[in-house]
């Protein structure tokens, strides 16, 4: 009998020491890219600039905003696509843990921070979790601030932020690749953040997923996905310029401020809608953007604008998959749009394409430096200034 005992002792500590490494290889697959297989060495920057990783443990990453912060210390968190929010804890520019503090969630996207509350998007939902702060190892049940938005799940993920008024904008995509929906659907809203006193700030807008605050006016700015199934090299993504509430930025009637759509076109000519500032590209998939008001980068980068550019889907020849820089005059207007980081695309001698990343969201941090998500490998990365 003690033989017997000591047999299946060993079988079950055999048991649980292969489910432990069952589990671990589990997550490493889920992560998508191990961190020994981000290829950092392909990613080119501006001399003097330098990219790390901050963690490869946030598999999907895509909105990141920050919570708590003080002294190098402070809470990172990071909205997914799979269902799960993570929080991310922060000590001086590394990533210390990874927590999971939401999940089942629908496409829970979007994270925004406001008085030790994260209000998190869920498609026809705004949640909210009060005090999360210090509750990042027992997350407390999610809060429904509001559940008036549409439950469609083509474009129905959202990228969320409190502006400058203390409002939370929230974009509505349109429910397809293109159609003239109602008008629940294809703007960017504002609401207070116990979710009442919902406003329309712009119109006509296919699908934001990111937007910002110039730091000089505090004017509103997004950016725009153009339509598909247009051919490789129309229309462009666009980013906008909201100059006051209201205003229609074109869809579906005219694209890029200049193209009318061929089924819709007709209806409505484009000199009545806003323009982009800039086009962007066809097909890029520009995602999270925000101007840059750190101080750690030289001073001709201070309040250009930062966009994330996710990568085609539906061309050829694929293009996107990096981080843009977009430099402005006094007066708004663009001045030059060039490469920021690229290299998570790659082509061979022989032009085989190959991606290994996916830029979602670019955030400015305390220090000066840039976080990058990157949901294909799963994983955030820093950029630093250090000529």
Not at 3 to 30: E, H, K, N, Y
Not at 114 to 132: E, F, K, M, N, T
Request: net charge positive; hydrophobic share 40%; aromatic share 10%.
């Amino acid at each position: 009998m003690p033989m017997c005992r000591s047999l299946t002792a060993a079988m079950q500590g055999f048991r649980r020491r292969l489910l432990s490494i069952t589990l671990i290889l589990l997550g490493l697959l889920t992560n998508g890219t191990l961190a020994a297989n981000l290829r950092l060495d392909a990613l080119r920057l501006p001399p003097g600039f330098h990219i790390e990783v901050l963690t490869d443990a946030v598999p999907n990453a895509r909105q990141m905003t920050l919570g708590r912060y003080a002294d190098g210390r402070g809470v990172l968190y990071v909205g997914s696509m799979s269902g799960k929010v993570y929080a991310v804890e922060l000590e001086q520019g590394r990533a210390r843990a990874v927590h999971t503090i939401a999940s089942g969630l629908p496409m829970p996207v979007g994270v925004a921070y406001r008085d030790g509350q994260l209000y998190v998007s869920a498609v026809s939902r705004i949640l909210r979790l009060d005090g999360i702060d210090d509750r990042l190892s027992n997350p407390p049940r999610p809060v429904v601030v509001t559940d008036r938005f549409p439950s469609a799940t083509h474009h129905g993920w959202k990228f969320i932020a409190f502006g400058p008024d203390g409002w939370l904008y929230v974009p509505v995509g349109a429910p397809c690749n293109i159609c003239n929906p109602d008008a629940r659907f294809a703007n960017i809203q504002r609401m207070k953040p116990d979710g009442s006193a919902v406003e329309v700030v712009a119109l006509g807008v296919r699908n934001s997923v990111g937007f910002d605050w110039n730091p000089t006016d505090h004017s509103f700015w997004f950016t725009d996905n153009g339509r598909d199934m247009m051919g490789d090299d129309l229309p462009g993504d666009e980013l906008n310029h909201v100059e006051k509430p209201g205003q229609h930025f074109g869809y579906p009637y005219c694209h890029q401020g200049d193209t009318p759509d061929p089924e819709f076109g007709t209806q409505r000519k484009c000199a009545e809608f806003v323009p982009p500032v800039d086009k962007l590209g066809p097909h890029i998939a520009a995602l999270g953007m925000r101007f840059y008001t750190g101080k750690l980068f030289p001073d001709e980068y201070r309040n250009n604008v930062f966009i994330a550019e996710h990568g085609s889907w539906n061309r050829s020849k694929k293009t996107g998959y990096r981080v843009v820089r977009v430099v402005l005059d006094s007066r708004n207007r663009v001045v030059r749009h060039e490469p920021f980081v690229e290299g998570w695309l790659q082509r061979d001698a022989r032009g085989k394409e190959s991606v290994w990343g996916r830029p979602v969201d670019v955030l400015v941090m305390p220090d000066g430096s840039l976080l990058i998500s990157d949901d294909l490998a799963g994983a955030i990365y820093r950029v630093r200034y250090a000529p």
